[in-house]
């Protein structure tokens, strides 16, 4: 599973970060996807090939920031899908 950050919501953050796979399948990555932490503050926002994968959260936004919640855009209902840890 490949993903990226594209926006960050913190200072001194960068965005970019991914996946190491994302050189190679990043072309398929468009399902959107946010994290947030356990009080629902939105850190980051991002693209990957799955939609319903922890790995942005497991790699990425729980061991560097705390991010417990990750959400996908779900295109039926036009909202964003909540997956806790």
């Known amino acids: 599973m490949a993903w990226k950050i ?3 919501m913190l200072p001194g953050t960068v965005s970019g970060v991914r996946s190491s ?3 190679k ?3 398929k990555a468009t399902h959107r996807f946010r994290l947030y932490d356990d009080d629902s503050t939105l850190y980051f926002e991002g693209v990957s090939t799955s939609n319903s994968s922890f790995a942005p959260l ?3 936004g ?3 920031y705390g991010c417990t919640e990750i959400r996908y855009w779900e295109k039926v209902g036009n ?3 909540w997956y806790p840890l």
């Open 6 to 8: 594209t926006k960050n």
């Open 21 to 23: 796979l994302f050189e």
């Open 25 to 27: 399948y990043g072309d």
């Open 58 to 60: 497991d790699d990425y």
């Open 62 to 64: 729980m061991p560097g």
């Open 79 to 81: 909202k964003w899908g």
